[in-house]
């Protein structure tokens, strides 16, 4: 091999109602790469056992994540949409890398500490190790990209430094097996099997805040509904939460630098631009000196005229729940085909014996 093949690598937990910051920072990146990248998209429902085990609804949560991907545009047959607790190998590579890591690498990870909170000695092991899992998530496939949020940086990272221990741990036996790409690391030349996968980030609304507190990120969890626009939400129900969302009593400043300590004021503009697909700075030329009783209502109707219709499409494809669960069988067995010749040879270049 001279080079990665590039491929775009991504997964959304199967927890809860997918909402307006998870369509803005992830799934619409998710449809615009199609256009450039083979794609693999995956409803990672072993990672939402972390945290809680027991589910009533994980399948058709799964299946209702699946249904948004769709909806918005994402096309199953060019590219693949799984499951990941279909593909056996997840968990197999994820073994093996949780060898690779370091317990010291894991207890900086931000998210363990924060979803582990005070009570950490009582939190899964799961939690902790679940980086592992993405990495695996995302190197079983050899993905040379990921769309990220701010928030997943830190794991991706995480994945990156995975990914060069093994490179380095097995450069002389993945150059033996004539399996690996040359890649320097520092002054040192090694084999490497795995990319070191770069992330995607960017957009004016890569990460959104709530509708009620402008210095908390939207969340699922969130106990106020108000506090997000979900994608299920009706064209009433969008323009609803928009006019009641928090603002400040200032006009729109006519410059980007005029939103620093008016967090609320920012993410509207935010949303405002990743729905229109330009830059903050061109929504305030437009809007700049205006008060949000004018702002307001312009968001509202770009809100619905963007999700309404996604949301419509949704709740169609959720109704035809064999053919969701007809995509999810078709992109596991694509996907396992994948996984298991990756397997074959991360099993080779480790040493285990596989008939």
């Known amino acids: 091999m ?23 920072g992830a799934i619409k990146k998710f449809v615009a790469l199609q256009d450039t990248s083979d794609c ?32 918005s545009g994402i096309d199953p047959k060019k590219h693949i949409v799984f499951n990941q607790s279909r593909v056996m190998q997840h968990a197999e590579l994820a073994w093996i890398f949780n060898c690779v890591a370091r317990i010291g690498w894991m207890n900086k990870m931000t998210q ?21 899992l993405m990495a695996a998530d995302i190197l079983l496939y050899r993905a040379t990209h990921v769309p990220v949020g701010e928030d997943q940086k830190q794991h991706l990272e995480l994945t990156r430094d995975i990914a060069q221990k093994f490179n380095n741990d097995f450069s002389s036996r993945i150059a033996s097996l004539g399996v690996g790409v040359e890649m320097q690391v520092g002054e040192e030349t090694v084999n490497g099997f795995f990319p070191i996968t770069e992330p995607v980030i960017g957009g004016p609304a890569a ?25 299920t939400d009706d064209a009433d129900t969008i323009s609803k939460k928009i006019r009641k969302a928090k603002t400040d009593p200032e006009a729109l400043p006519s410059e ?60 169609r494809i959720e109704g035809d729940r064999a053919y969701v669960d007809a995509v999810l069988k078709d992109g596991g067995e694509r996907a396992g085909v994948l996984a298991e010749t990756t397997m074959k040879t991360v099993r080779d270049i480790i040493g285990l014996l596989q008939g």
């Open 256 to 315: 980007v630098d005029g939103l620093q300590s008016r967090p609320e004021a920012e993410n509207l503009v935010g949303i405002y631009a990743g729905l229109a697909e330009m830059s903050k700075a061109d929504v305030l030329k437009e809007f700049g000196g205006q008060q949000f009783s004018v702002f307001k209502p312009a968001l509202a109707d770009l809100a619905v005229e963007k999700l309404a219709p996604i949301a419509g499409e949704m709740r």
């Open 207 to 231: 990460r959104i805040m709530s509708l009620r507190d402008g210095s908390k990120k939207m969340s699922k969890s969130d106990p106020s509904d108000l506090s997000r626009i979900n994608l």
């Open 2 to 24: 001279t080079a990665f093949k590039q491929l775009v690598f991504s997964g959304v937990q199967p927890t809860g109602n997918l909402h307006l910051g998870n369509y803005l």
């Open 112 to 132: 363990f500490k924060d979803k582990a909170g005070k009570d950490r000695e009582n939190a899964s092991l799961g939690l902790l190790a679940y980086p592992s």
């Open 40 to 71: 693999i998209y995956c409803v990672v429902d072993l990672h939402s056992l972390t945290a809680q085990l027991v589910h009533d609804d994980l399948a058709d949560q799964t299946r209702s994540i699946t249904a948004a991907f769709l909806a």
